[in-house]
T-cell receptor
Framework: QVTLKESGPVLVKPTETLTLTCTVS??????????VSWIRQPPGEALEWLGN?????????SSSLKSRLTISKDTSKSQVVLTMTNMDPADTATYYC???FGEGRLNWFDSWGQGTLVTVSS | QSVLTQPPSASGTPGQRVTISCSGW????????VNWYQQFPGTAPKLLIY???QRPSGVPDRFSGSKSGSSASLAISGLQAEDEAHYYC???????????FGGGTKLTVL
């Protein structure tokens, strides 16, 4: 059974750096054609893709947030880490990690974590 | 403002067939597959349609997807009360080199 679970702080202050961890089970982060993406959803708003990392350690980031994002993985721990710098109240959202099946242009999110709400406030 | 355009709302009565549109551009839907996700309030999205027309195991065949040019549609036939949810389309964008989502459509079963 494939599962993903996000963990990290529920509250961060403006200008701080957010670090979220996605712990996966039921699949390996070294499996070809499988990756993990981060997606966020502000309260009452639409989904927004942040970026992804694949088995060969290739990464893609949202062009609008690229300068603030870093995604890394520890295959031995089955964990993917998202860091986002210079947090702003506009970054308040539920952050999801999702398994991405397929690489490049042919991909979809076939399993999702439950999400974690991160609030940015002083 | 989302890259892909969906109507903010749609509705139908039980048993009806409803369709939800998703409009994009040549750099995304026009060149790539479309995926659809279903999201109930307070829960994570769930994959509903992948590769424009394919249903994952466990998704009822009442749900179907299609794509033509730079637009795609999700059709739900035999509408049921439990179909009331938000629906999102998504595609890869070659210009942005990333995944783009639609703004979501809230489906209400009257």
């Amino acid at each position: 059974q494939v599962t993903l679970k996000e963990s990290g702080p529920v509250l961060v202050k403006p200008t701080e750096t957010l670090t979220l961890t996605c712990t996966v089970s039921g699949f390996s982060l070294s499996t070809v054609e499988l990756g993990v993406s981060w997606i966020r959803q502000p309260p009452g708003e639409a989904l927004e893709w942040l970026g992804n990392i694949f088995s060969i350690d290739s990464k893609s980031y949202s062009s609008s947030l690229k300068s603030r994002l870093t995604i890394s993985k520890d295959t031995s721990k089955s964990q993917v880490v998202l860091t986002m710098t210079n947090m702003d109240p506009a970054d308040t959202a539920t952050y999801y990690c999702a398994r991405m099946f397929g690489e490049g242009r042919l991909n979809w999110f076939d399993s999702w974590g439950q999400g974690t709400l991160v609030t940015v406030s002083s | 403002q989302s890259v892909l355009t969906q109507p903010p709302s749609a509705s139908g009565t039980p048993g009806q067939r409803v369709t939800i549109s998703c409009s994009g551009w040549g750099s995304n839907i026009g060149s790539n597959i479309v995926n659809w996700y279903q999201q109930f309030p307070g829960t994570a999205p769930k994959l509903l349609i992948y590769s424009s027309t394919q249903r994952p195991s466990g998704v009822p065949d009442r749900f179907s997807g299609s794509k033509s040019g730079s637009s795609a549609s999700l059709a739900i036939s035999g509408l049921q009360a439990e179909d009331e949810a938000h629906y999102y389309c998504a595609s890869w964008d070659d210009s942005l080199n990333g995944v783009v989502f639609g703004g979501g459509t809230k489906l209400t079963v009257l």
